[in-house]
């Protein structure tokens, strides 16, 4: 489900004239979104609760006289590159050490001479002489992250103290993704040695504006940072002028047969349509790309074939048509381990190298005709698990029709893909309600009108699409 800004909701709250007209629409978002509610509430909650305060604290009084003028200046940021800390140790201080040692050793007066060759032995001795005690090092293992308010990638050992961080452009963007199962920062012991690197794609904001996000993989063991750019020359039906570009975006980590990590990384052209999932080895090395016309916006692991081995799940669009304007909502599910070399989609043959063997289904979403309403290239936004026996993929064919409300429909399957219902929003059939009155469309959200999306789900077998559930045949 679509959340709304964080700043959006605030307005709200406070009454601000700057959402008036958007008030409506958030009423009927919070009936539905109960994360957009919550927060709400604590909002709510948290300016009531100033509001008391500012009650019962009067203002300070102040005096024109003794007012004192700022001057209008700050401090640059500036950000250090991580240098790991180094164990402190104290310094022994010559004259504490030297007075220790004569209180524990007393002359009497009389032996002033020998009070001096002590002094100069004591000097000789303790002067100078570090600590052999050392502080307790710091532990630089990673156990978790964080994105925080104030745009920084923290992470943290088990005690809690940050070990790296890393200033970024958007941590909100990252924070709202992570709970749908995407992820652009992982941390696992890639090479085996009991510490985990931290593998990221989140960019950091020193980088050049013009730099695509690249793959980096932080080793505090050795104290190295390994930046992997993803640049790649293809053909796609003799098309000129496609940047090769290709920006590091969300990954999965999983341990391959032979007990070695691998990175699946989703590769997304920087201009337009063409993309790539790369499957990494543990240096970050390539061993295969998927090629695919259509950007595949989010990956998953789920066990569809039912062979107790985790494939990868690919929601996105397939723009194959899209000079006809017949760009659609996808799902590829592959076998990560088929993914060798350079392969391309059954499903979008332009590009010149072989055809994948790795997919084992892949599913067309049907497309949504509204008489006079500009609908957007319909994409498939996410998938989620209903236990364990559904899988909801939401499909998303425009964005706010009206503030906060998107054309979004919920495709239901059975584990293993085969299409069982399809539903709606009540703010959505709310909305298509009030256009089909309007006569701007030319039927309301209704059983029938669902059930045609259901039927208009198809089935790639590797040369045709079939209404029937099928694999991909090789």
């Not at 009936?31 to 009531?48: P, S």
């Amino acid at each position: 489900m679509h959340h709304i800004d964080e700043h959006i909701l605030e307005l709200y709250v406070l009454n601000s004239p700057k959402v008036e007209n958007q008030r409506d629409g958030i009423d009927a978002h919070l009936t539905e979104c109960l994360g957009c509610k919550k927060l709400v509430d604590e909002m709510r909650a948290f300016h009531e609760e100033l509001k008391e305060e500012l009650k019962q604290t009067p203002l300070p009084e102040t005096s024109e006289t003794s007012a004192l003028a700022k001057r209008k200046s700050q401090i640059e940021p500036y950000f250090e590159p991580y240098i790991p800390p180094a164990p402190s140790s104290a310094i022994v201080r010559s004259f504490e050490k030297f007075t220790l040692f004569v209180r524990k050793n007393p002359v009497t007066t009389a032996a002033g001479s020998l009070v001096f060759l002590a002094s100069i032995v004591g000097l000789l001795y303790f002067g100078m002489v570090k600590n052999k005690v050392k502080a307790p090092e710091k532990d630089l293992n990673p156990t978790y992250y964080k994105y925080t308010a104030q745009n920084f990638l923290d992470v943290y050992n088990k005690e809690n103290e940050i070990v790296w961080e890393m200033p970024i452009r958007d941590a909100y963007e990252h924070t709202y993704a992570t709970p749908y199962g995407i992820f652009f920062t992982w941390l696992s012991d890639l090479n085996g040695d009991g510490i985990q690197e931290i593998i990221t794609t989140t960019r950091d904001s020193r980088d050049p504006i013009y730099q695509s996000s690249i793959l980096r993989i932080v080793n505090l063991s050795d104290t190295t940072i390994k930046k992997i750019s993803f640049t790649q020359p293809f053909q796609y039906l003799r098309r000129k002028n496609y940047s090769f570009s290709f920006p590091a975006s969300c990954f999965l980590i999983k341990t391959n047969e032979y007990n070695k990590k691998e990175i699946y990384l989703a590769c997304r052209n920087s201009t337009r349509s063409p993309f790539f999932l790369a499957r990494l080895d543990r240096e970050g090395n390539t061993i295969g790309r998927y090629w695919h016309f259509g950007q595949f916006n989010t990956i998953y692991f789920s066990d569809v074939n039912q062979d107790k081995k985790d494939e990868i799940v690919l929601c996105g669009s397939n723009d194959s048509q899209d000079s006809t304007n017949g760009e659609y909502a996808c799902v590829s599910v592959i076998d990560p381990t088929k993914i060798m070399n350079d392969s391309k989609s059954t499903a979008t043959t332009g590009f010149e190298m072989p055809l994948s063997n790795a997919e084992i289904f892949y599913i067309k979403f049907p497309l949504l005709k509204l008489n006079k309403i500009t609908v957007e290239s319909p994409s498939t936004q996410d998938m989620i698990r209903e236990k364990d026996d559904f899988l909801q993929f939401t499909i998303v064919y425009g964005h706010d029709l009206e503030p906060n409300t998107n054309i979004t429909f919920y495709f239901f399957f059975s584990s293993d893909l085969k299409i069982k219902e399809v539903k709606s929003s009540d703010a959505l059939n709310h909305l298509m309600q009030k256009l089909y009155v309007e006569k701007k469309i030319n039927t309301p959200i209704n059983g029938q009108f669902l059930q045609s999306l259901k039927d208009g789900v198809r089935y790639w077998d590797g040369k045709k699409w079939c209404k029937e559930w099928t694999m991909v045949k090789h």
